[in-house]
């Protein structure tokens, strides 16, 4: 069975960095993007960055425009592992980070989206 297992988030003042990490664990034939969503209370789930064709020399990176600059995205391929360091954060980044994996499990041969359980992140001003 397929789980994203995050880690890192917490509570940081304005201005200070962060770390998330997201773990692909179980039977995983191929791994085709990860991404970081969040959501915060109200607001409907966006897009924070991903990194799609993993296993390509042609993968793209991809950022949400109120991130742009501050974020970054990077994805272990051979670990399974995507980690997202957030810099400069702002009140307006506190929400719940979701990470997201498109994949292909072992014996099938159809890729599934999977998401991780989520993770606070809290800014303060």
């Known amino acids: 069975q397929v789980q994203l297992v995050e880690s890192g988030g917490g509570l940081v003042q304005a201005g200070g960095s962060l770390g998330l990490s997201c773990a692909a664990s179980?039977?995983?034939?191929?791994?085709?993007?990860m991404a970081w969503y969040r959501q915060a209370p109200g607001k409907e789930r966006e897009l924070v960055a991903q990194?799609?064709?993993?296993?390509?020399?042609?993968?793209?990176?991809e950022y949400g425009d109120s991130v742009k600059g501050r974020f970054t995205i990077s994805v272990d391929h051979v670990e399974k592992t995507a980690y997202l360091q957030m810099d400069g954060l702002k009140p307006e980044d506190t929400a719940v980070y979701y990470c997201?994996?498109?994949?292909?499990?072992?014996?099938?041969?159809?890729?599934?989206?999977?998401w991780g359980q989520g993770t606070q992140v809290t800014v303060s001003s």
């Open positions: 990194v799609d064709r993993i296993n390509s020399r042609i993968g793209s990176t």
């Open positions: 997201n994996a498109v994949l292909t499990p072992l014996h099938s041969e159809v890729p599934r989206v999977y």
């Open positions: 179980g039977s995983i034939f191929r791994l085709d993007a």
